[in-house]
Nanobody, 118 residues
Framework: QVQLVESGGGVVQPGGSLRLSCVLS????????MGWHRQVPGKTRELVAS???????NYSASVQGRFTISRDIANNTVYLQMNDLQPGDTAVYYC????????????WGQGTQVTVSS
């Protein structure tokens, strides 16, 4: 059974940094795309950043220049380095791994809370 296990969330003051990690277990394949989404109560889940197997990266405009996504393909792990965190970044962060329309699959982690507060 494929699982995405996240770690690294927590509480940080504005301007601080956190690093999230997510490892895919239970599968022998390398996902086409891995990434991070976030959600706050009452709002839809939104893409934060993603990286595919070719290294193509996408960031949401709200995190561009502050967050950095990276991926260890050999170990099926994706990271999100978050710098200059602001209260608006407070959310539950979810790891995602998905395929393509030709080979479709979509997996989610359980989520990790990130709280930015003074």
């Amino acid at each position: 059974q494929v699982q995405l296990v996240e770690s690294g969330g927590g509480v940080v003051q504005p301007g601080g940094s956190l690093r999230l990690s997510c490892v895919l277990s239970g599968g022998t394949f390398s996902p086409h795309t891995m990434g991070w989404h976030r959600q706050v109560p009452g709002k839809t889940r939104e893409l934060v950043a993603s990286v595919d197997r070719s290294g193509t990266i996408n960031y949401s405009a709200s995190v561009q220049g502050r967050f950095t996504i990276s991926r260890d393909i050999a170990n099926n792990t994706v990271y999100l380095q978050m710098n200059d965190l602001q209260p608006g970044d407070t959310a539950v962060y979810y790891c995602n791994a998905h395929g393509t329309p030709i080979i479709p699959y979509n997996y989610w982690g359980q989520g990790t809370q990130v709280t930015v507060s003074s």
